[in-house]
Nanobody, 121 residues
Framework: QVQLVESGGGTVQAGGSLRLSCAASGRAFSIMGWFRQAPGKEREFVAAIRWNGGDTYYAPSVQGRFTISKDNAKTPVYLQMNNLITDDTAVYYC????????????????WGQGTQVTVSS
């Protein structure tokens, strides 16, 4: 059974940092990533990492502030979020895919339950 389990969400003041973790089990994936959805908005891509080779991809809105990483095949995928702004407030979802393409949500067939990130001003 495939499972993606997120942790690390919470509330932080603007300018602060949070680190999200996503632990995957059940099968191997080609790409793992993070999406987010704010109230009244569509789910949007945040960042992704290719399992083989470690290529990373970022949305322009988080480039330079967020870092996606993994240590090896058996460790969680991390999303380090620095210099958070109020627009980063959303439910963050871990996602995974066995396909080659990135970074449209339609390419990701496996999803976690989501973790809330709230950035206060």
């Amino acid at each position: 059974q495939v499972q993606l389990v997120e942790s690390g969400g919470g509330t932080v003041q603007a300018g602060g940092s949070l680190r999200l973790s996503c632990a995957a089990s059940g099968r191997a994936f080609s790409i793992m990533g993070w999406f987010r959805q704010a109230p009244g908005k569509e789910r949007e891509f945040v960042a992704a990492i290719r399992w083989n080779g470690g290529d990373t991809y970022y949305a322009p809105s988080v480039q330079g502030r967020f870092t996606i990483s993994k240590d090896n095949a058996k460790t969680p995928v991390y999303l380090q979020m620095n210099n958070l702004i109020t627009d980063d407030t959303a439910v963050y979802y871990c996602a995974a895919t066995t396909s080659w393409g990135c970074c449209n949500a339609r390419n990701f067939g496996y999803w976690g339950q989501g973790t809330q990130v709230t950035v206060s001003s």
